[in-house]
């Protein structure tokens, strides 16, 4: 199986295209150890961005990820985010460090303020270059930021490395604005809910694409999230056949015919769509 492509960071270091999302992860102990698994099998096959959250069950996905990544650290590219209520100065830091506890590890690769809340950006971004000058974090970077919030942080400051946002099939938006301005910065796009939280699982709609590659609908989904550059896709999958079929799909290379057939259905956006959420 070739590498997963890679992409570049403002900052220089390059990272996966195709990582693994941990939402849901660490609710319930009883599916701890498939969850565990189904993370070490995705860096078996060199899904090695792990993005997670505060937020995840409260701490619990992060748990997950301790199990995961326990005796593995230097193969993984960590991702975690700052609730916006934990945003201040002071507690983006204690935040950082509960979650560096619940991880297992002394450093976080990227950290992500999770959306925007009340706490000004300047006073968030303050935080995060101390973090990164304790070494608790590599990089910090932002999610759910529209085209006039990543303005404004660009005059706050230039350190971001990614913004994290909804990105499939069916939720198209950030590519009549958002997209081809991040492009233009080179600030790299990470997709999540790339499969559209599984709802493309035997979509009729993809059925015949999918049927020309012999593979399943979902995989012409998340191929199809992967085909610009600059945009990094994090699917979250505990069944280890899920785990595989993402992994094949980042080989998947879609036609021009394939492209033009998939935009008849799930049209591109014609004019501003405010980002969506979920
Ligand atoms: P998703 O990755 O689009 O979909 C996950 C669902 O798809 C799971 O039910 C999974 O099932 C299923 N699945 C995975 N691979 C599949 C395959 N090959 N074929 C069929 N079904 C498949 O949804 P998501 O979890 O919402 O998004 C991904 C990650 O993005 C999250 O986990 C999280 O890390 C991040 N995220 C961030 C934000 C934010 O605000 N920044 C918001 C949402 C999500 P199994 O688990 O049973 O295998």
């Known amino acids: 199986m070739p590498a997963i492509r890679t992409t570049r960071l403002p900052a220089g270091v390059d990272v ?3 990582g693994q999302g941990t939402w849901y992860m660490g609710e319930d102990r009883r599916r701890a150890a498939d969850e565990v698994a189904a993370l070490r099998l995705g860096l078996d096959l060199s899904m090695s961005l792990i ?4 937020m ?3 701490g619990g996905a992060e748990e997950v990820v301790r199990e995961a990544i326990a005796g593995r650290r230097d193969e993984v590219f960590l991702v975690s985010k700052v609730l916006p209520s934990n ?3 002071q507690r983006t830091i204690s935040a950082c460090e509960t979650s560096l506890r619940r991880l297992g590890t002394d450093h976080i690769d990227l950290y992500l303020l999770h959306w925007r809340g009340g706490v000004p950006l300047a006073e968030t971004v303050e935080a995060f270059k101390a973090l990164m000058a304790a070494g608790k974090i590599g990089h910090w970077g932002v999610s759910n930021f529209d085209v006039d ?3 404004e942080l660009a005059r706050v400051s230039n350190g971001v ?3 994290q946002v909804l990105y ?3 939720s198209r938006g950030i590519e009549f604005d958002l997209l081809p301005a991040s492009q233009r910065a080179s600030i790299p796009t990470m997709a999540y809910s790339p499969i559209g939280q599984g709802g493309f699982a035997g979509d009729d709609r993809l059925a015949a694409i999918a049927g020309r590659h012999g593979v399943s609908t979902t995989q012409v989904a998340l191929a199809w999230v992967l085909r610009h550059e600059g945009i990094i896709a994090i699917p979250k999958a505990v069944r280890p056949e899920h785990v595989r079929a993402n992994r094949a799909a980042a080989d998947l290379v879609l036609t021009e015919a394939d492209l033009a057939e998939l935009d008849a259905v799930f049209s591109p956006p014609r004019r501003k769509v405010p980002l969506e959420m979920i």
């Open 16 to 18: 996966p295209v195709l």
């Open 51 to 54: 993005d997670t959250a505060e």
């Open 56 to 58: 995840y069950a409260s």
């Open 87 to 89: 945003a201040s100065r």
């Open 149 to 151: 919030d990543m303005q």
């Open 161 to 163: 490395q990614t913004n």
């Open 168 to 170: 499939n099939l069916e």
